[in-house]
């Protein structure tokens, strides 16, 4: 998802500047390879421990991790069906279904199991808010019924969701040092949500100056958290700083070329900062296999 980000927010960058699209098209083919590594292994843990494999899907965290697979394949139809139409549209349309259907059954889970207040954190967004990616592709493809629907179950949830997680975060416990990362999720679902609402829209109108506007706010609401970040040793849960910020600076080139603003220099400094981070997260992520540090 990080990789996907990143490809969406340099292809943003060559639109703006009118650069050979080099940045993106590498990027894009980094994403594709690192999912075609992942989800064959994952695949390969399933068959080997599936013991392991089930008590991820009964842990109230690790399983609303679980739908980055569908958001992945979304976010690889939107890029790949530059080059491939067909190619995209079926990505996307495979990661649609399959994340509405991961969606059904963690919410199920979610009713049916008693879980304690420690557990909620911002990775519940993933499953039920994720949703609104998908009118991000789905609108230019034509599927407006289809578009609305996505935007709408993910709305619904975001709202629920975010108080929940603000009522967690003030009066509940202090996330644990390993779920500390996941704050940065909470920049996601209105910067994404921005973006779908232009895809179906057209125009930025009301909702989107609200939509990116709550996103700016959660983006200003982060950065004093950024020593703590900092202190922080690497966890794999380091990767929820990826895609929420390449979604906010993604929606920041939109907003800033809709509404006509000079603002390159914020532009720059934010693709800039998206870059270090993605590219550190990845680095120290195969330092970590090489170190063999993520072994269980």
């Known amino acids: ?13 060559e639109q703006r500047w009118d650069l050979l699209p080099v940045m993106s098209n590498l990027v894009t083919v980094l994403a594709l390879v690192v999912f075609l590594l992942l989800v064959p292994l994952y695949g390969c843990k399933a068959l080997r421990y599936p013991e392991r494999v089930m008590a991820e899907l009964r842990h109230p965290v690790r399983i609303n991790f679980l ?39 963690i919410v199920t889970v979610w009713l049916e199991t008693e879980r304690p207040l420690g557990s909620l954190n911002p990775a519940w967004f993933i499953p039920a808010v994720g949703n609104v990616l998908v009118p991000l592709v789905a609108a230019p493809a034509g599927y407006l019924l289809i578009a609305w629907f996505f935007m709408a179950v993910g ?56 939509l990116y506007c709550i996103g700016l706010f959660t983006f200003l609401l982060l950065i ?8 922080l040793p690497f966890f794999p849960s380091w990767w929820a700083y990826t895609f929420p910020l390449a979604a906010f600076t993604g929606a920041s080139f939109q907003f800033a ?13 934010l693709a800039a900062l998206t870059t ?18 993520l072994a269980e």
């Open 67 to 105: 739908p980055a697979i569908s958001i992945s394949l979304v976010l690889l139809g939107l890029l790949l069906g530059q080059y491939s139409p067909s190619l995209g549209a079926s990505l996307w349309m495979v990661g649609a279904a399959l994340h509405l259907l991961l969606t059904v059954i």
């Open 276 to 293: 270090v981070v993605i590219l550190t997260v990845a680095a120290r992520t195969v330092l970590a296999v090489v170190r063999s540090e």
């Open 155 to 210: 709305l619904f949830f975001w709202s629920i969701l975010i108080t929940a997680v603000f009522f967690r975060l003030i009066t509940g416990p202090a996330l644990e040092p390993p779920m500390r990362p996941t704050l940065a999720v909470m920049l996601a679902p209105p910067a994404v949500a921005f973006l779908s609402w232009v895809a179906l829209t057209g125009e930025v109108g009301i909702a989107g100056h609200l």
């Open 257 to 269: 070329t809709q509404m006509e603003l000079p603002a390159d220099a914020a532009l720059m400094v």
């Open 1 to 13: 998802m990080g990789l996907s980000g990143l490809a969406i927010v340099w292809h943003a960058v």
């Open 224 to 231: 004093p958290q950024i020593p703590g970040f900092l202190r």
